[in-house]
């Protein structure tokens, strides 16, 4: 359907489907015609994809997917909107929609009996109030896709996409940069939204690894080491990483000099090649 980003024609479709916006589901659908376009392009390898689609809202962002893609299964928590994607994507048959939670999906499942034989990659415009926790179940499961294309808020983007040993990087940015690699596209003017958020967004791809640093059996004592680290980030990071793990504080100092790094390092000064070498360290000692 044409016109899906005028916003005469997304009132009436709202009217006749006697639509509300959900404050609660942080609802805020593109109105610039110009950006789910060149998130198709960055999100889409090629036509052989399979693509899985978060929050399609009215379909904006879909038809553009549906254009490129071999196949798009997008999942849909609002069933309210199932009768106005019916609408809007009624002219492909390549795209299914699906009413349900993604955080509560067997997503391994869904990709098996939705892109049988097609390579699948994730593309989306999240609700700001859930994006991490989506982003991270993704990665976590380690679903058998290529990358994932999200717009998010701004901010989040920024703290998403940051380098280890960076101001701006957290516990959540090692976590990204150990599924994936991430890169900051473009940004996105609120004004692009109706309604419009209060700040702006940008648009973000995180291409997943095929090879991870450290076997899954040593992967939650690594992310416990990364979370007490930046639980206080102001501080060195030996006495909250010494009482989060129980393993004395004498310790990890003789770890932190063996990997390189000064026994007063704070989180924020470690390399991400240092934190898998302390936690391979503190896991001998353990």
Do not use: W
């Not at 859930?130 to 990665?139: C, D, K, R, V, W």
């Not at 890169?183 to 791809?205: H, Y």
């Not at 690894?209 to 080491?225: A, C, S, T, V």
Request: hydrophobic share 40%.
């Amino acid at each position: 359907m044409d016109n899906l980003c005028n916003i005469s024609v997304i009132n009436e479709l709202f009217s006749r489907h006697g639509f509300s916006f959900s404050k609660n589901l942080g609802q805020n659908f593109l109105v610039n015609p110009a950006i789910c376009p060149k998130i198709a392009k960055e999100g889409i390898p090629d036509e052989s994809y399979g693509v899985l689609e978060i929050g399609p809202g009215i379909g904006v962002l879909t038809n553009e997917l549906a254009k490129r893609a071999k196949k798009v299964t997008a999942i849909e928590i609002d069933k309210r909107l199932l009768g106005i994607l019916d609408e809007t994507l009624a002219e492909y048959d390549n795209v299914n929609i699906i009413n349900d939670d993604i955080l509560k999906l067997d997503v391994n499942k869904l990709i098996t009996e939705e892109f049988s034989g097609m390579p699948v990659c994730v593309c989306a415009n999240l609700p700001y109030y859930i994006t991490s926790p989506i982003i991270m179940s993704l990665l976590e499961r380690r679903l058998p896709i290529t990358s994932i294309t999200v717009m998010v808020q701004k901010e989040a983007a920024v703290r998403l996409c940051a380098k280890m040993g960076s101001r701006e990087c957290g516990a959540v940015s090692f976590a990204v940069n150990y599924f994936s690699t991430p890169k900051l596209l473009f940004n996105v003017s609120k004004g692009s939204f109706m309604p419009a958020p209060k700040v702006d967004s940008a648009v973000i791809r995180l291409d997943v690894k095929d090879k991870l640093p450290l076997k899954e059996e040593n992967e939650r004592f690594l992310f416990n080491i990364v979370k007490a680290a930046f639980s206080q980030r102001r501080k060195t990071l030996a006495n909250p990483v010494s009482q989060a793990l129980n393993i004395p504080k004498a310790d990890v100092i003789d770890a932190l000099e063996k990997i390189g790094a000064p026994s007063t390092a704070r989180a924020e000064q470690l390399s991400f090649e240092q934190f898998i070498s302390l936690s391979d360290k503190l896991n001998n000692k353990k």
